[in-house]
């Protein structure tokens, strides 16, 4: 997403400075070309030649030497960029922007901005709670300037509250954010993820080897693409970078489909990316079972399908499949989409390195009702999460074409 974009990082002097490092590192990371403006005091917390060698291009500090190492000066940096962030955006500087003072490189170029500008405050709770710094970032508001944080948290000064600069994963998000087309506005799409724990006794359970990676990929994905989703997920150890995702926390696939059914009527799309366990133990017992034996036999019995029950009531949903396997992949996998009454069916072959659970990558194929297959290479799990909801923008549209509004669906 961030590939080819021109990206002006603002960095003000606050301790958060030195933040910003990582901040750079990640967009570079992403494809951007970064060109680093610093205040003076900045200066003062991190060396401007740590963010020269890491971007790669000279960093503008002086007003009046914009020149030296750099053909491009402010105004024009200004017309080149997709987008400026400035991070830490300490007090005294929005307080410059929001009252229109350009008294230094970083306030003018602000001033000469016609694409988004980004704001993450960092600063101490009592200057950020001071009605100053509040009176001025609604004057920001409504001038159309975004804003990422503060977190809450310890601070740099030795209190606790809000101050902290967001997250470097949070500000990239909200950059991703600013970038991408919002075609999945006004979907509701219910994302299920992760795996199921059925408990055998007070402390053992079965489970399998789903993180939820591919599902938090896709809740985070639809939601930048500005869709309303709701994350049912398995027990996991993943976080997600936005905070506008409610996540229902199940345990058992018994528990997964109660908590499905209860918002199924609120969301027009479903993805079940969760790897739901298809057997339980027939008893829980409430006490840890006793070695007594040199065998034990555990009896199983059925889970309820999910997906299947959510098919057998399709109504005006759309539902999307994954099938996980480890031979037959088409087969299998059109089996499924057929059983299942589904849309779209994600078929991946766990066997094949890079495509398993817990990777951050995936190779999967497409299958759609119509019995069109799209195959893709080793991507990674952001980047499949794109791929399905390709498809699933282009149902949707469809849908929108054939049954013009009012779409009773
Ligand atoms: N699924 C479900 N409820 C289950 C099992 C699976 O909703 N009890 C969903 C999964 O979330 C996935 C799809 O059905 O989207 C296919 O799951 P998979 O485990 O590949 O297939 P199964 O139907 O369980 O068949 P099998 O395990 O025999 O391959």
């Known amino acids: 997403m961030l590939q080819n974009k021109e990206i002006i990082l603002g960095v003000t002097g606050g301790i958060a400075a030195y933040k910003a490092v990582e901040l750079l590192r990640e967009m570079i990371k992403g494809g951007a070309n970064v060109h680093v403006v ?16 890491l971007s790669g291009n000279p960093v503008l500090c002086e007003m009046f030497r914009l020149f030296t190492g750099s053909k491009i000066g402010h105004v024009a940096m200004a017309d080149i960029a997709d987008l400026m962030v400035i991070a830490p955006a300490t ?5 410059k922007i929001a009252n229109g003072i350009a008294d230094d490189l970083l306030s003018t170029m602000v001033m000469a901005m016609k694409v988004p500008v980004l704001l993450a405050p960092s600063m101490n709770v009592n200057m950020w709670e001071s009605s100053f710094v509040q009176n001025n970032i609604q004057k920001l508001k409504a001038h159309g ?16 509250g809000s101050g902290r600069l967001a997250d470097i994963a949070e500000i990239i998000e909200k950059i991703e954010d600013i970038f991408t087309k919002k075609d999945l506005q006004g979907q509701h799409v219910l994302v299920t993820a992760g795996p199921t724990l059925e408990p055998i006794d007070a402390v053992r ?21 500005g869709a309303e989703v709701t994350l049912i997920t398995g027990p996991n150890y993943l976080s997600l970078p936005r905070r506008d995702i409610p996540q229902i926390v ?53 889970n309820p399908d999910i997906l299947k029950e959510l098919g057998e009531n399709k109504g ?33 072959d766990v ?47 469809k849908r929108e074409k054939d049954q013009p509004w009012p779409h009773n669906w």
Do not use: W
């Open 38 to 53: 610093m205040t003076q005091n900045a200066q003062q917390f991190v060396s401007s030649l740590t963010f020269q060698t």
């Open 91 to 95: 007090a005294n500087t929005l307080g």
């Open 145 to 160: 300037y975004q804003f990422i944080g503060p977190a809450e948290g310890d601070l740099a000064c030795g209190s606790m």
């Open 205 to 225: 359970y079965l489970t399998n080897r789903s993180t939820g990676k591919m599902g938090f990929a896709l809740a985070k994905i639809a939601r930048r693409r």
């Open 250 to 302: 199940v345990q058992s696939a018994r528990e997964m489909r109660d908590v499905i059914l209860e918002h199924y009527q609120d969301c027009n799309i479903v993805i079940m990316a969760a790897a739901v366990a298809d057997f339980r133990p027939q008893n829980t017992l409430q006490e840890k079972i006793k070695k007594k034996s040199d065998t034990y036999l555990l009896g199983l019995e059925k």
């Open 316 to 348: 005006h949903h759309l539902l999307v499949g994954f099938a996980a396997e480890t031979s037959e992949l088409m087969e299998n996998a059109e089996a499924k989409l057929r059983k299942k009454n589904l849309d779209l069916i994600v078929a991946n």
């Open 351 to 397: 066997t094949q390195p890079g495509a398993g659970f817990g990777a951050d990558t995936n190779i999967v194929k497409i299958l759609d009702a119509r019995g069109r297959a799209r195959k893709f290479p080793l991507l990674s799990k952001d980047e499949v999460a794109n791929l399905v909801l390709d498809q699933v923008v282009k149902l949707v549209k």
